[in-house]
């Protein structure tokens, strides 16, 4: 096999893990970008079918929005079309200094953070599950984490289109040779985490009549107990709030930010998802080792 055969050669497997890493980091900058946009185009398009509102209205005439693939990657603030060496993945950003070559308009330094992220854990993935079947599974649910955690930051959104392919991908992943994870114990975590989330969602509802959260964090968890098995879930939960508590705080002491503003809680519980997948075992062990607990 190939991926064997090149894994033997450190440098060369580091190499292709971090430019693979990279390469799909871009692709995911324009996931984040398009994807909302879309989304909301298509909202607004079926609320005027339903209202049945008439041809001249004015938003019918709103311009369709670019799709995940077409048109070319272009500069959001200018328009302007990059070249192909313009869009090479962080070297671009070097070369032009942060700066758009049309425009010479300031280049977010989200865009290289994201890049340099998927490449990390690209890296780190290809580190830990080297010549296995898990590896392809692993990286497409880790892209799939940072684009929905980057767009939930912007837009409190975690789209269907990313969560739902997750949740099933997580299900098919546990009929695979090699998974740690049981068929059974995919459905249970996948069905204990939705309906965790839902009963808190109810309950808050209940005691304060407003919204704590919303259902894309329902299948974000849902998606986690069937990668990770339903076992997992009180350790993803805790590893999710602690993180989020601490993000918190640490924003409020450095710009003011006011706790009563709504936080998205789904980069939190990708954060545990990869915690978890990576570094569970030993750190589940090593609970229930102080706590005396026997499973």
């Known amino acids: 096999m190939i991926v064997e055969q090149i894994s033997q050669y450190p440098l060369l497997w580091n190499s292709l893990l971090i430019i693979l890493g990279l390469l799909v980091g871009s692709f995911l900058n324009v996931v984040i970008l398009r994807l909302p946009i879309s989304m909301e185009h298509e909202w607004k398009s079926q609320c005027r079918e339903l209202l049945a509102e008439s041809p001249d209205t004015e938003t019918d005439n709103e311009e369709i929005p670019p799709n995940i693939v077409f048109p070319a990657s272009f500069c959001p603030q200018c328009k302007a079309t990059l070249k192909w060496w313009q869009n090479i993945p962080l070297l671009s950003y070097l070369l032009l200094r942060g700066k758009c070559h049309a425009c010479q308009q300031a280049i977010p330094l989200r865009y290289p953070a994201i890049e340099l992220l ?71 975590g996948a069905a204990a985490g939705y309906m965790v989330l839902w009963l808190i969602f109810q309950i808050h509802y209940f005691i304060t009549r407003r919204q704590g959260m919303g259902y894309g964090d329902f299948k974000l968890l849902a998606a986690c107990g069937a990668w990770l098995g339903w076992q997992t879930l009180p350790f993803v939960l805790l590893i999710a709030a602690v993180s989020g508590l601490v993000i918190a705080i640490t924003l409020m002491m450095l710009r003011n930010h006011d706790l009563n503003r709504a936080i998205p809680f789904g980069p939190y519980l990708a954060i545990a998802f990869v915690i978890i997948l990576f570094w569970g075992d030993p750190m589940i062990a090593a609970y229930f080792g102080m706590t005396g607990i026997t499973l």
Request: proline share 10%; glycine share 4%.
């Open 118 to 188: 998927t490449a990390a854990l690209t890296w780190l993935a290809g580190t830990y599950f080297p010549q296995t079947l898990a590896l392809p599974w692993i990286l497409v649910a880790l892209w799939l984490l940072i684009a929905m955690s980057v767009i939930d930051l912007d837009t409190q959104l975690l789209p269907d289109n990313l969560t739902l392919p997750l949740l099933w991908l997580g299900l098919l992943y546990s009929i695979a040779p090699g998974s740690p994870v049981s068929p059974v114990d995919a459905i249970l």
